[in-house]
Structures are given as C-alpha cells and as structure tokens.
Nanobody, 114 residues
Framework: VQLQASGGGLVQAGGSLRLSCDAS????????MGWYRQAPGKQRELVAT???????NYADSTKGRFTISRDIRKKSVYLQMNSLKSEDTAVYYC?????????WGQGTLVTVSS
C-alpha cells in the first residue's frame, strides 16, 4: 500500500490549506483513513479520521476548523484546514488501517507563520 500526501506549504495564521492523500488501493479496502501530525519535539498525534461508513472524528484542537473528506473514485482523502494557527505547524501524515495493518504516507510539511 502506498499513500502519497501532498498540499503542505507555508501559510499565514488565519489562512487555509488543503492536503491530499492519494492511495494506491481502493479506499473501501481500509477500515479507517486519517491524518496525523507531528510537531518538532512532540509525539505524533491524531488530527482527524474517516471510517468506512463515512463517519468522521476530530481531535479537539482541530474540531470546527479542519474537515476530512474522501473521494472514493479518485482513491483520495483530503484535509481542508481553515483558520490555521501557529500551533498547527507540523509534518502531516496520511494513515490507513486495514485490520491490524497500519500504513503511513511520507508526510507533508505545514508551516503556519504568525
């Protein structure tokens, strides 16, 4: 399984970015897909997930600002990030889970300047 994340970059606080994750296999083959992030010196943390039936879940820090979505036909998962804050600066990773197997993309850097 390959997950290709893209869309990161430099943005000012209050701005928006949209991340994309392109999967090499059908999204229907995964139980859960999601985004995680890792800031410098910190542990990787959950940002948002979307499960097979379409239900979504968000970290408290991103709720109301970020939206996870998917396009099954394109085999892609997206993360729309609005009202970005400096504390959102991190490397963002796409994740997919199938049973006990856990797959990670290479990460895309998001830098929010204040």
């Amino acid at each position: 399984v390959q997950l290709q994340a893209s869309g990161g970059g430099l943005v000012q606080a209050g701005g928006s970015l949209r991340l994309s994750c392109d999967a090499s296999e059908s999204l229907s083959s995964f139980n859960v897909m999601g985004w995680y992030r890792q800031a410098p010196g910190k542990q990787r943390e959950l940002v948002a997930t979307i499960i097979a039936n379409g239900l979504t879940n968000y970290a408290d820090s991103t709720k109301g600002r970020f939206t996870i979505s998917r396009d099954i036909r394109k085999k892609s998962v997206y993360l729309q990030m609005n009202s970005l804050k400096s504390e959102d600066t991190a490397v963002y990773y796409c994740n997919a889970r199938r049973g006990a197997a856990n797959f990670w993309g290479q990460g895309t850097l998001v830098t929010v300047s204040s």
